[in-house]
């Protein structure tokens, strides 16, 4: 019984993937999965998880929503500064800027530390940042992009966000709502139950951990950022 604990125990510390930078591609999580069959898991400080069986997968999709106590505008900039990563995203070992298109699109290349006896799970993700007019909010999107451009260690395994979203919205001062959406197959060599039954955490957890750095830091907002935060204003007021 300790054993399987101890096993427990691993594989929940390793599954706090990084969401990564910014986000982005049409194939966001409302593509690969229904908008109406999310069970509500569990509510703890102002944060409600859901989960729902995405097609063709026993891996359970997850989404989070919620208002964090930190303004978009440093929630943004700390989403986007890759070197400061591993300040606040849980048990990430290494985060590079692999390709920047623009403020707004970037690939990026991250790996989580992974105890033993499992190996360490890499990701390379395709980010980007829009406008969502008509529903009036902020979208970062993310997905998993092919792998030839960035070979990983052998001793590395590589995981794969098949679609990813996060939705923001300014609420109050200071405050932002937000709707963070994954689905992530984690591969290699670990039970599909034990591994929905620890990654239940997750999203509660970035999100916190996300709130905890940006209401601290007072970062200046890149124009980009700021040109499309100011248009989200402005369509909120009419």
Not at 20 to 30: F, I, M, T
Not at 150 to 171: S, T
Not at 193 to 216: H, T
Request: glycine residues 2%; aromatic residues 10%.
């Amino acid at each position: 019984m300790k054993v399987a604990w101890i096993i427990i125990f691993i594989i929940f510390i390793f599954l706090t993937l990084p969401s990564s930078g910014l986000v982005a591609n049409d194939l966001s999580a409302q593509y690969c999965l229904s908008q109406n069959n999310w069970k509500n898991l569990y509510s703890k400080n102002g944060i409600t998880v859901y989960s729902q069986k995405a097609p063709d997968s026993d891996v359970l999709a997850l989404k989070a929503i919620g208002i964090l106590k930190a303004p978009l505008d440093q929630i943004l900039e700390v989403l986007r500064k890759v070197e400061i990563s591993k300040e606040w995203i849980p048990n990430i070992d290494n985060k590079i800027l692999v390709k920047e298109f623009s403020d707004i699109e970037t690939i990026t290349y991250s790996v989580n530390v992974v105890p033993w006896p499992f190996a360490d799970r890499a990701l390379l993700l395709y980010n980007k940042l829009r406008l969502d007019r008509e529903k009036k909010y902020l979208v970062v999107e993310i997905h998993s992009v092919d792998p030839d451009t960035n070979p990983i260690k052998e001793d590395h395994v590589r995981a794969n966000l098949y679609c990813g979203q996060m939705i923001l919205r300014p609420k109050d001062i200071g405050q932002t709502e937000v709707e963070l959406t994954l689905f992530v197959d984690p591969r290699g060599h670990i039970p599909t139950w034990l591994f929905n039954m620890a990654q239940k955490s997750l999203p509660y957890d970035f999100l916190r951990a996300l709130e905890e750095k940006a209401s601290r830091t007072s970062y200046k907002l890149r124009p980009s950022f700021k040109e499309m935060l100011d248009q989200l204003i402005s369509l909120l007021r009419n």
